[in-house]
């Protein structure tokens, strides 16, 4: 079972910058937060993980509270081709484990 | 260079029949994994193979479902006696050992009529 609780939706204006909560509130020391997103038809994107220090990348910026049972995502400009369902997803990456999905988030981008 | 790719894209078979499913996985990655996602529902994992050999197959649904991988490359999801339950979409995805990051590929889209 997925160990992350999302909102099942959230709306976000184009423009704009979207935040997506995530709650992983039994995370393990040695578990990294990991984002994808799915866009419509396609297969899953990785976005950006991060274990304790907040991340950025070119598409997204990583947010983990210091006690690391959450994490916020955030896309800073959001454009319409960022309509996804975004996965937050908690792993330990050695040994290969696969990821566990949830139900994610689905993002609309709205213009 | 070359992403995970996967055929056929789209496959409609009728119920009983026996279905094939390939994954070619990123040049060098060790690690691959199947997954079958359903409409609303975010992708479930099946089985992971490390190199040649199943190093995880918890996921596989019944003993319909088998997956191959013989030369630790090319990966091949077998199912029998398909059902109408199997329509969904069937990913795979590669990594190198001990990677952070999981690439997918786009899915088969398997349908059973």
């Known amino acids: 079972d997925a160990k992350t609780t999302q909102p099942p939706s959230m709306d976000c204006a184009e423009g704009r910058a979207a935040n997506l909560p995530c709650n992983h509130s039994?995370?393990?020391?040695?578990?990294?937060v990991y984002w994808y997103r799915q866009i419509h038809s396609q297969g899953p994107q990785y976005i950006i993980h991060?274990?304790?220090n907040n991340e950025t990348n070119e598409m997204a910026s990583l947010i983990i509270t210091e006690d690391r049972k959450s994490s916020t995502l955030i896309l800073p400009h959001a454009t319409l081709r960022d309509t996804a369902v975004y996965y937050c997803?908690?792993?330990?990456?050695?040994?290969?484990?696969?990821?566990?999905f949830g139900k994610g988030t689905r993002l609309s981008v709205i213009a | 260079g070359a992403g995970v790719s996967q055929t056929p894209s789209n496959k409609v078979t009728e119920k009983g029949k026996y279905v094939e499913l390939r994954c070619d996985p990123i040049?060098?990655?060790?690690?691959l994994y199947w997954y079958r996602q359903s409409l609303g529902q975010g992708p479930e994992f099946l089985i992971y193979?490390?190199?040649?050999?199943?190093?995880?197959d918890s996921g596989l649904p019944n003993d319909r479902f088998f997956a191959v991988r013989p030369e630790g490359s090319v990966s091949t999801l077998k199912i029998q006696r398909t059902e109408r339950g199997d329509s969904a979409v069937y990913l795979c995805?590669?990594?190198?050992?001990?990677?952070?990051?999981?690439?997918f590929g786009e899915g088969s889209w398997l349908t059973v009529v």
């Open positions: 995805a590669s990594s190198l050992s001990g990677g952070n990051t999981i690439y």
């Open positions: 039994t995370i393990s020391g040695n578990e990294y």
């Open positions: 991060g274990l304790k």
């Open positions: 193979f490390q190199g040649t050999g199943a190093a995880d």
């Open positions: 997803i908690v792993r330990v990456p050695s040994g290969n484990t696969p990821l566990v």
């Open positions: 040049s060098g990655h060790t690690a």
